[in-house]
């Protein structure tokens, strides 16, 4: 079953600003679906947008040798 996220619930889960998550919302950065004035997130599509990305918190490296 799929688990929705509101703005409040998907910057707890990320440990990110709820600003900046809003800002990717709406470039269409972040998967997420608004529905009236409120943003959704589907916490499976935010998981493979995370594994896809790379983002881990850790800065990347120069490269592999």
Do not use: N
Not at 9 to 25: D, G, I, P, Q
Not at 47 to 59: C, E, F, L, N, Q
Request: glycine share 10%; no cysteine.
């Amino acid at each position: 079953m799929t688990e929705w996220l509101d703005l409040d619930e998907l910057a707890a889960y990320l440990k990110k600003a709820k600003s900046t998550l809003y800002k990717l919302a709406q470039a269409k950065k972040l998967p997420g679906h608004k529905v009236g004035r409120s943003w959704r997130f589907d916490r499976e599509e935010i998981d493979a947008w995370i594994r896809r990305s790379g983002v881990t918190g850790k800065p990347k490296s120069g490269g592999r040798k």
